[in-house]
């Protein structure tokens, strides 16, 4: 079973410029999350879709990120305009049922500077 | 979310096995308790979880109070791949993706 793909790897920007970070679930997982993973902290959750639908996005910044997941498979989170505070590794989940044995991409690490 | 509180950090002889705290005092009789663990430059992977009684799979044991305020994550024989941050989080039924994760627990294991 192929795992979560995310893209790119690794991103540098300067501040004020815009983001964007892909994410390809495990086929058939319909629930999808993003998280923000700063340097020496634990993951914190910023949105989870179910299908093609927000389920919890009280913790996204609404003000510059957005995220989407058209037709329900593949999500893009977009940060616009980045701040230096948002250097942190991005991280994708999913799984078959909301949050049972989820698996975790490996991540995007931004820098901005 | 009920919190969980982990040592910062523990080490370990390789071999030898390891038990890993977490305190969740504030636990509702719905919550599960997961347990994941984040190698170095890679995104956390699923360990185990329970609800009440202790768990055994390939990876580890997860060993419940029965007052359910606090549980052990075992690695029955540690090796240097068990190097990780172990975290522990409490979620309603299965929905672990919606958890707040702590900073964790720093597992050092030397050779």
């Known amino acids: 079973e192929a795992g979560v793909a995310q ?5 540098i920007i300067e501040k004020r410029q815009s983001v964007a970070f892909w994410c390809n679930p495990i086929s058939g997982h319909a629930t999808l999350y993003w998280y923000q993973q700063i340097l020496g ?5 910023l949105i989870q879709f179910q299908n093609n639908g927000v389920v ?4 996204l910044p609404k003000d510059r990120f957005s995220a989407e997941r058209l037709k329900g498979v593949d999500s893009t989170l ?6 230096l505070e948002d250097s942190a590794v991005y991280l994708c989940a999913s799984s078959s049922q909301p949050g049972y044995g989820y698996t975790f991409g490996s991540g995007t690490r931004l820098t901005v500077v | 979310d009920a919190k969980t509180t982990q040592p910062n950090s523990m080490e370990s002889n390789e071999e030898e096995p390891v038990h890993l705290p977490c305190n969740h005092s504030t636990i509702s009789g719905t919550d599960y308790i997961h347990w ?3 190698l170095p ?4 992977e699923y360990v185990i979880h329970g609800l009440t009684s202790n768990v055994n799979n390939r990876m580890a044991s997860l060993a419940i109070a029965e007052d359910r305020k606090s549980s052990t994550l075992i690695l029955h024989r540690a090796t240097l791949r068990d190097a990780a941050v172990y975290y522990c989080i409490l979620s309603r039924w299965a929905n672990a993706g919606k958890s707040t994760f702590g900073d964790g627990t720093t597992l050092t294991v030397k050779p």
């Open chain 2, 36 to 38: 994941y663990r984040q």
């Open chain 1, 7 to 11: 893209s790119p790897r690794y991103k």
């Open chain 2, 41 to 44: 430059s890679q995104g956390p």
């Open chain 1, 41 to 45: 902290q634990g993951p914190k959750l």
């Open chain 1, 78 to 83: 977009k940060i616009q305009p980045a701040k």
């Open chain 1, 56 to 59: 919890d996005d009280s913790q």
